[in-house]
């Protein structure tokens, strides 16, 4: 929701920096929305696995939102708080006496796929100290094949994340979070210290990363920044935190019955935890807010992306239109859709799967395709959040965000898949909230009292005969994948 606001409220602004761009909005304490702004940011990608983003685009697009709010809310900000992307690298240095910046490496680049192939027992050797998967989508990889291009100049470049290196425009420290550092894949969160074991594979020191500094931990804005934006000189500046943690706490606070699940253009699923909880099977993985708030979770990497897949494939009408056709029909057992076009994340973390039908019959006609495609999605999200209850379990909720929340039918599909009962937070930017909490509490305001950060809206129940229609059906999916794409080694 947002609301008009007068000139003595006092606001803290959240800055969410995304990978389809940067969202601000304003927050009074009772977590209203009072102004807020969005642009998007141009993604590259191209046939070698490349997925980036250039750094002046998303600093500009960053920027120009936290002025066009300022300007809107007519609200004093009490503080600036940021929230960044998991397992975005980007690198800088020094040349010719000027400052150098590299491109933002996205978690979905995929350039590093022979070092991590290469890394792979070493990385999931590690897991009990960074609990993050071994998956290219992390650093260790990364930062070998990086150092492989330019190994005379890489050991003098700094390395961070966006949200780092943001920070460090506007403040002129060098700073990450826990989260942020935990997404990274070479910070060991049981000593709270970056990996020596991983840097080594990088050739990485510690000197060239940032300081890992509590996230409701701030900085003064620097004047010329300040001015800029149009903020006193001086405003603080909270490091915040990372985009899955910060959903969790802005959909459900430090409620650990309440779990998340965005549906965007991929999935994720998350759950809240008092202690550090890793996955014995490494299918989740396990970032702390601070030591004693851990979010467990895990991300696929294939949501919305498949209903625009099938849409595309199938053409004809609008997107909102085909899925309300398709979840109109009852579900078919006997035909299956593998989902996994872009490979996949959480909880498998296979690279090598790729999507599949399977089933079809004369009968069928593109919109039983789309139906099935929109199972298969449900049962990867039933899968998922099976593999985070594993480590979290009695989760009698979950708050749904993301994109694709608009089809009241797909919402229940969902809420069937995960059975158990579901709800929309309001506000709805869950991310942007989760990073007002922390900037409230670097203020110095208490930790929120439920319903706060967020009031549960648009409720639905699961309907328990759809729920076991999907268990049986992914069953079959697993039985199709195990035969098409099978496990080489167990781990």
Same mark, same amino acid.
């Given at each position: 929701?947002?609301?008009?606001?007068?000139?003595?409220?006092?606001?803290?602004?959240?800055?969410?920096?995304?990978? /389809?761009?940067?969202?601000? %909005?304003?927050?009074?304490?009772?977590?209203?929305?009072?102004?807020?702004?969005?642009?998007?940011? &141009? $993604?590259?990608?191209? !046939?070698?696995?490349?997925?980036?983003?250039?750094?002046?685009?998303?600093?500009?697009?960053?920027?120009?939102?936290?002025?066009?709010?300022?300007?809107?809310?007519?609200?004093? *900000?009490?503080?600036? *708080?940021? /929230?960044?992307?998991?397992?975005?690298?980007?690198?800088?240095?020094?040349?010719?006496?000027?400052?150098?910046?590299?491109?933002?490496?996205?978690?979905?680049?995929?350039?590093?796929?022979?070092?991590?192939?290469?890394?792979?027992?070493?990385?999931?050797?590690?897991?009990?100290?960074?609990?993050?998967?071994?998956?290219?989508?992390?650093?260790?990889?990364?930062?070998?094949?990086?150092?492989?291009?330019?190994?005379?100049? %890489?050991? @003098?470049?700094? #390395?961070?994340?966006?949200?780092?290196?943001? %920070?460090?425009?506007?403040?002129?420290? &060098?700073?990450?979070?826990?989260?942020?550092?935990?997404?990274?894949?070479?910070?060991?969160?049981? !000593?709270? =210290?970056?990996?020596? =074991?991983?840097?080594?594979?990088?050739?990485?020191?510690?000197?060239q990363?940032?300081?890992?500094?509590?996230?409701?931990?701030?900085?003064?804005?620097?004047?010329?920044?300040?001015?800029?934006?149009?903020?006193?000189s001086?405003?603080?500046?909270?490091?915040?935190?990372? +985009?899955?943690?910060?959903?969790?706490?802005?959909?459900?606070?430090? +409620?650990?019955?309440?779990?998340?699940?965005?549906?965007? $253009?991929?999935?994720? %699923?998350?759950?809240?935890?008092?202690?550090?909880?890793?996955?014995?099977?490494? &299918?989740?993985?396990?970032?702390?807010? /601070?030591?004693?708030?851990?979010v467990?979770?895990?991300?696929?990497?294939?949501?919305?992306?498949?209903?625009?897949?099938?849409?595309?494939l199938?053409?004809?009408?609008l997107?909102?239109?085909?899925?309300?056709q398709?979840?109109?029909?009852?579900?078919?057992?006997?035909?299956?859709?593998?989902?996994?076009?872009?490979?996949?994340?959480?909880?498998?973390?296979? +690279?090598? #799967?790729?999507?599949?039908?399977?089933? #079809?019959?004369?009968?069928?006609?593109?919109?039983?395709?789309v139906?099935?495609? #929109?199972?298969?999605?449900?049962?990867?999200?039933?899968?998922?959040?099976?593999?985070?209850?594993?480590?979290?379990?009695?989760?009698?909720?979950?708050?749904?965000?993301?994109?694709?929340?608009? =089809? +009241?039918?797909?919402?229940?599909?969902?809420?069937?898949?995960?059975?158990?009962? @579901?709800?929309?937070?309001?506000?709805?930017?869950?991310?942007?909230?989760?990073?007002?909490?922390?900037?409230?509490?670097a203020l110095?305001?208490?930790?929120?009292?439920?319903?706060?950060?967020?009031?549960?809206?648009?409720?639905?129940?699961?309907?328990?005969?759809?729920?076991?229609?999907?268990?049986?059906?992914?069953?079959?999916?697993r039985?199709?994948?195990?035969?098409?794409?099978?496990?080489?080694?167990?781990?």
């Amino acid at each position: 929701m947002t609301a008009a606001v007068g000139a003595t409220t006092e606001v803290v602004l959240a800055l969410d920096i995304g990978t /389809s761009g940067a969202r601000a %909005f304003t927050y009074d304490e009772d977590f209203v929305v009072r102004s807020g702004a969005s642009r998007l940011v &141009r $993604t590259y990608t191209t !046939s070698d696995g490349a997925s980036w983003q250039s750094w002046p685009d998303l600093a500009l697009s960053a920027l120009d939102c936290v002025r066009q709010v300022i300007g809107e809310s007519g609200a004093r *900000v009490a503080a600036l *708080v940021l /929230s960044g992307t998991a397992s975005c690298l980007v690198s800088s240095w020094t040349e010719a006496g000027e400052l150098r910046t590299g491109d933002v490496i996205l978690w979905s680049d995929r350039r590093a796929v022979v070092e991590q192939r290469e890394l792979t027992a070493l990385l999931e050797a590690s897991y009990p100290r960074t609990l993050c998967p071994a998956h290219v989508s992390y650093w260790p990889a990364k930062l070998q094949w990086l150092a492989g291009r330019d190994p005379q100049r %890489f050991g @003098t470049k700094r #390395l961070g994340g966006a949200k780092d290196l943001l %920070f460090e425009l506007l403040c002129g420290e &060098r700073w990450t979070d826990p989260m942020t550092a935990a997404a990274t894949g070479v910070f060991d969160s049981s !000593s709270w =210290e970056w990996d020596d =074991e991983l840097l080594g594979v990088g050739l990485v020191r510690k000197d060239q990363l940032p300081d890992v500094n509590d996230a409701t931990r701030s900085a003064p804005m620097r004047r010329d920044q300040a001015k800029a934006l149009g903020l006193p000189s001086g405003t603080p500046v909270v490091l915040g935190g990372m +985009d899955g943690p910060l959903a969790q706490i802005g959909a459900a606070g430090w +409620d650990e019955k309440i779990a998340t699940c965005t549906l965007g $253009t991929s999935i994720a %699923f998350r759950a809240a935890t008092g202690a550090r909880t890793p996955d014995p099977t490494r &299918r989740a993985w396990c970032y702390p807010v /601070s030591r004693t708030l851990w979010v467990v979770g895990g991300a696929g990497s294939n949501g919305g992306n498949v209903m625009e897949w099938a849409h595309d494939l199938v053409g004809g009408g609008l997107l909102g239109d085909l899925l309300r056709q398709a979840l109109a029909l009852p579900i078919d057992p006997g035909l299956l859709f593998l989902p996994y076009l872009n490979g996949e994340r959480s909880p498998l973390w296979r +690279d090598d #799967l790729r999507g599949a039908i399977v089933g #079809l019959g004369a009968h069928h006609r593109r919109v039983d395709i789309v139906r099935a495609a #929109l199972d298969g999605v449900a049962v990867a999200l039933k899968e998922l959040a099976e593999a985070v209850s594993a480590c979290v379990p009695d989760v009698a909720e979950v708050r749904l965000t993301g994109g694709f929340l608009q =089809e +009241d039918a797909w919402v229940q599909l969902v809420t069937d898949a995960l059975g158990v009962p @579901t709800a929309v937070p309001e506000p709805k930017e869950a991310t942007a909230t989760g990073a007002a909490v922390l900037g409230w509490l670097a203020l110095g305001r208490p930790a929120p009292v439920p319903p706060l950060p967020s009031r549960p809206t648009d409720l639905h129940l699961p309907a328990m005969e759809v729920h076991r229609a999907l268990a049986a059906k992914a069953a079959s999916l697993r039985e199709v994948r195990q035969h098409l794409y099978p496990v080489r080694n167990s781990r």
